[in-house]
């Protein structure tokens, strides 16, 4: 399984910002989609999931202000980040948890950069 995430940039605080995580295989089979992020310094933290069924779950600090979302028809999940606060600049990482060959396997993705400054 291959991702590819985009979306990041610069935007002032209280700005949006909707990151893409594009997955080479059928996201219908994945058996959940999570983005996470690791600001400078720190360790990398969960931000939000979405399970194959459509459950999502979010962090607490972001809860509220963020949505992920998916798309079945373009084998994309979406981080959309609304009511941006500096302390959201992080690298944003997407996730992929699925089982193959009876196991649980873990895929990332390359970070795309978020900063909220102004």
């Known amino acids: 399984v291959q991702l590819q995430a985009s979306g990041g940039g610069l935007v002032q605080p209280g700005g949006s910002l909707r990151l893409s995580c594009v997955v080479s295989?059928?996201?219908?089979?994945?058996?959940?989609m999570t983005w996470y992020r690791q600001a400078p310094g720190k360790q990398r933290e969960l931000v939000a999931t979405?399970?194959?069924?459509?459950?999502?779950n979010y962090s607490q600090s972001v809860k509220g202000r963020f949505t992920i979302s998916r798309d079945s028809n373009r084998n994309t999940v979406f981080l959309q980040m609304n009511s941006l606060e500096p302390e959201d600049t992080a690298d944003y990482y997407c996730?992929?948890?699925?089982?193959?060959?009876?196991?649980?396997?873990?895929?990332w993705g390359q970070g795309t950069q978020v900063t909220v400054s102004s």
């Open positions: 295989e059928d996201i219908s089979t994945i058996t959940a």
């Open positions: 979405i399970s194959s069924g459509g459950v999502t």
């Open positions: 996730h992929a948890a699925t089982f193959r060959s009876g196991a649980l396997q873990a895929y």
